[in-house]
């Protein structure tokens, strides 16, 4: 089993930039496919981007790509989400997920951070 403790949310402009990280409480980050997603208020969680460790192998949301970047440190038992270029659509709380489908269409795994919040004033 893996515990998944976010970290990095909180308020910023329209344009700006925000980086989540995503660390083990207990457990080994890269012995699993590693995800983002996000739920914002009145809507359900959606993916937003994923990552293995040994394939190389990374997806995004259409709606982040280009914008986003996942990206995994095994020495440090971490996986970051780079945000840039936010918007008020981005506007959720974004979980960490271990276990998603590496190949689309993504699902989630089995274990989940508590979450983080990030709000994009327009």
């Known amino acids: 089993q893996v515990q998944l403790v976010e970290s990095g949310g909180g308020l910023v402009q329209a344009g700006g930039s925000l980086r989540l990280s995503c660390a083990a409480s207990r457990g080994t980050l890269s012995k699993y496919n590693m995800g983002w997603f996000r739920q914002a208020p009145g809507r359900e969680r959606e993916f937003v981007a994923v990552?293995?460790?040994?394939?190389?192998?990374?997806y995004y949301a259409a709606s982040v790509k280009g914008r986003f970047t996942i990206s995994g440190d095994n020495a440090k038992n971490t996986v970051d989400l780079q945000m840039n270029s936010l918007n008020a659509e981005d506007t959720a709380v974004y979980y960490c997920?271990?276990?998603?489908?590496?190949?689309?269409?993504?699902?989630?795994?089995?274990?989940w951070g508590q979450g983080t919040q990030v709000t994009v004033s327009s």
């Open positions: 997920n271990a276990g998603p489908t590496i190949t689309p269409p993504i699902e989630s795994g089995t274990f």
């Open positions: 990552m293995d460790w040994s394939g190389g192998r990374i």
